[in-house]
């Protein structure tokens, strides 16, 4: 097998597998690089093991080498960590000759690669050996989740397009590919600035001059304030737009959750000039400055809480000029729009898209439009989900000036980045033909020309949105069949039964039922992938969700978890199948024929469906056992043996309340295998599940 594959995949980076989630990347610093340059990154996750790939959803980055990073040096006694530390010393005072080893204990010395070469590491493996010995291990900061580290050498190409993408790390070989989740790696076009490399000590970072435009890029840890320096001349104007939630959206072993980065500008005597907490709701700070005198300024960045870790990455663009927000891009809802001032004095007609600001504190926004009797009208925000401050409420006034709806925040799926869900939403019923007007107020009586908005009025048009958890799949070529998980966003109302299409998959396909029941927000469905010689890359096929005449393309996304507690869905650009020997021999399990993967029943009832065992010669004593680990409440199931057919019979209590479930039967294999060269029968064990089913309990 090759050590390293040094090529560059192109296509969408996504996350785990829906079986085994090994393998995950925490952090990427620095989270981006200048056109044209070739620059070293460090990869913070766990499970990145074995042959290593990056993969990007644009192309234009190459991967030039790949290298497992020091990491906390563990001496095995007191001895070697002053013999590490005084071989340190000397490779930072230029000398390459290692000290010379003394004392009683070097039985228990621990090996390690890293420490045994310091005079032969580059720069920035060198400051992370450096960081290992010098800096004492806290168990209560540690976390596994980014506990191992790569060093990447990547080359980005002078004309490669400016912006995000996707990275993961792909590991694997000889038929199989595992990938990471996705995180965030932007291509820039201005000087990129990252502050200075951990120092031996008793010396002490010096805070980094950056030029202006320009990209500053770090890391906090626990209570770091990090410093870069800037010139300005008097009457000058910056802004500073900083990102760091979006690089590490949801820490799910933090409180609160997430990084809340601070941003200030200080003189030369330490004052405080300029300061920015966030922006808005964003927990990203945006900070403007204009230099009351010529001079050279500091730039100051910090954790609100003086929290700190190595995912706590950050990257700063740093323009010139006053900072001006951008506009909101309107929702794709394909209706005519008209702006608040053309449809004031109009009785509109539906359906229709207003554009607006709410331009003052305590400003009521008033639109009136036509409904006939007993007619639905949606009347939808679309404010803090297209990145406003304004937090919305709507009422509605029937013709006779009566009150007859109002909502001021509308629950909506845990999806993306956004967790205030205060657009509001109503969905009402017309009682009488006329004229009815729509009021729009800012809850908290905020106002000001970031606070626009867009207000949907029209009929209820029934629609979802179906995401993929997680967005790459690890899928096994002997195994049955792979569950994944579904979760729909419904739209309007929208509870109809979804069913799917899979398209550009390879030779992966849908298995057991192909649809999710009515009514479900959450579901699952099966894949099955082919046998197929050599190399396995990945394929980004498509997934469409159908209902109707209404196709969605489903789109990928990872789940997160916030603080301990909360589960957000992160969206991907592109789903992404991956191979890997997870299982053996599923495929040696079959549903009967016949069987439509559907199991009805009635309340105090039962169905048996025959799964036939296709045995081969080197299988031996085989013992499957037959669970159903997402069973609806009240639905139990027992097995039967019958030559090489197993009875699986599904029995529904009296009081099981109806419902309709998507359910996979998980198989726990258990055989011996014929071992050549030890001339005996060998147990062994593997895992698989069954292609969906449908149980419907009436």
């Known amino acids: 097998m090759q050590k390293l594959r040094k090529h560059l995949l192109i296509g969408s980076l996504l996350a785990l597998t829906p079986v085994l ?29 074995g042959n290593r790939r990056i993969h990007l959803d644009l192309p234009g980055v190459k ?49 390690n690669h890293f420490i045994e070469q310091l005079d032969q590491l580059d720069p920035l493996m ?84 950056f030029t202006l435009p320009g990209v500053v890029n770090g890391q906090i840890e626990p209570g770091e304030v990090d410093h870069f320096k800037f010139r300005l001349k008097k009457g000058q104007s910056c802004h500073f737009e900083l990102l ?35 922006n808005y709701f964003d927990p990203d700070p945006v900070l403007s400055f204009t230099a009351p005198a010529d001079g050279l300024y500091t730039l100051e960045i910090r954790d609100a809480l003086y929290r700190g870790r190595e995912d706590f990455v950050y990257r ?36 229709i898209l207003i554009s607006g600001t709410v331009s003052k504190p305590g400003e009521e926004k008033s639109f009136k439009f036509k409904a006939g009797e007993g007619e639905r009208v949606v009347a939808e925000l679309f404010g803090r989900r297209l990145g406003s401050p304004l937090d919305g409420a709507l009422k509605i006034i029937a013709p006779d000036g009566k009150q007859i709806a109002f909502n001021d925040d509308f629950e909506r799926p845990n999806i993306g980045l956004n967790m205030q869900h205060v657009d509001p939403y109503i969905n009402f019923k017309a009682p009488a033909a006329g004229v009815y007007t729509v009021k729009l107020t800012d809850t908290a009586g905020a106002g000001g020309r970031d606070h626009q908005f867009f207000l949907r009025l029209d009929r209820p048009r029934p629609d979802f949105r179906v995401y993929m958890v997680p967005s790459g799949v690890w899928l096994s070529p002997d195994n049955g069949a792979d569950p994944v998980k579904l979760v729909v966003e419904k739209m309007d109302g929208f509870n109809g039964e979804i069913s799917f299409e899979l398209k550009n998959a390879g030779t992966t396909s849908l ?31 498509e997934l469409w969700a159908i209902h109707g005449r209404t196709r969605r393309r489903v789109i990928g996304a990872d789940a997160a978890m916030q603080a301990f507690a909360y589960t957000h869905y992160v969206p991907s650009r592109q789903l992404i199948f991956m191979r890997t020997w997870l299982h053996g021999n599923g495929d040696r399990f079959r549903w009967q024929e016949k069987f439509n993967h559907k199991v009805t029943l009635r309340k105090g009832k039962t169905l048996s469906v025959p799964v036939r ?11 499957p056992e037959f669970t159903l680990p997402d069973a609806p409440k009240g639905v139990t199931m027992s097995v039967k043996r019958v030559k090489d057919m197993y009875f699986l019979t599904f029995k529904a209590d009296k009081n099981a309340p109806a419902c309709s479930v998507n359910v996979p039967v998980k198989v726990k294999f258990s055989y011996k295998t014929w071992h050549g060269r030890r001339k005996e029968w060998l147990p062994s064990t593997t895992t698989f599940h069954l292609p969906m089913i449908r149980i419907t309990v009436r």
Request: aromatic fraction near 10%.
């Open 21 to 49: 989630s090994g393998a995950t990347v925490g952090y990427v610093y620095p989270a981006g690089g200048r056109a044209g340059e070739t620059i070293q990154v460090i990869v913070g996750g766990q499970g990145m093991w």
């Open 63 to 111: 991967l030039l080498k790949c290298q497992g990073a020091p990491g906390t040096f563990y001496a095995g006694c007191g001895e070697q960590n002053q013999w590490a530390r005084e071989y340190m010393r000397r490779v930072f005072a230029g000398e390459h000759l290692q000290p010379m080893r003394k004392g009683r204990n070097f039985g228990v010395w621990r090996y």
């Open 126 to 209: 060198l400051s992370l050996a450096c960081k290992g010995i010098f800096e004492r291990p806290n168990s209560l900061q540690a976390s596994p989740a980014i506990g191992q580290k790569l060093v990447l050498t990547l080359k980005i190409d002078k004309n490669a397009a400016p912006g995000p993408r996707e990275l993961r790390i792909l590991t694997g070989g000889g038929g199989q590919c595992r990938g990471t989740n996705p995180l965030l790696f932007y291509v820039g076009k201005h000087p990129e600035f990252r502050e200075q490399n951990y120092q031996m000590p008793p010396l002490k970072r010096k805070p980094v001059e």
């Open 244 to 278: 760091g939630r979006k690089l590490n959206p949801f820490i799910g072993d933090g409180v609160p959750g997430n990084f809340q980065p601070v941003l200030a500008v200080k003189d030369g005597a330490n004052k405080v000039l300029a300061f920015a907490d966030d």
């Open 316 to 351: 700063i663009n740093a323009n010139m000029g006053k900072y001006v927000r951008k506009a909101l891009l309107p929702p794709a809802l394909n209706i005519p729009e008209i702006c608040e001032h053309a449809a004031a004095d109009k009785v509109l007609d539906k359906p």
């Open 511 to 541: 298995c057991g039922i192909r649809s999710i029941p009515k009514g479900a927000s959450e579901s699952q469905i099966t894949l099955r992938t082919g046998w197929q010689k050599g190399e396995f890359p990945p394929v980004y096929p």
């Open 613 to 623: 065992y296709y045995g081969a010669k080197h299988l031996k004593d085989p013992n």
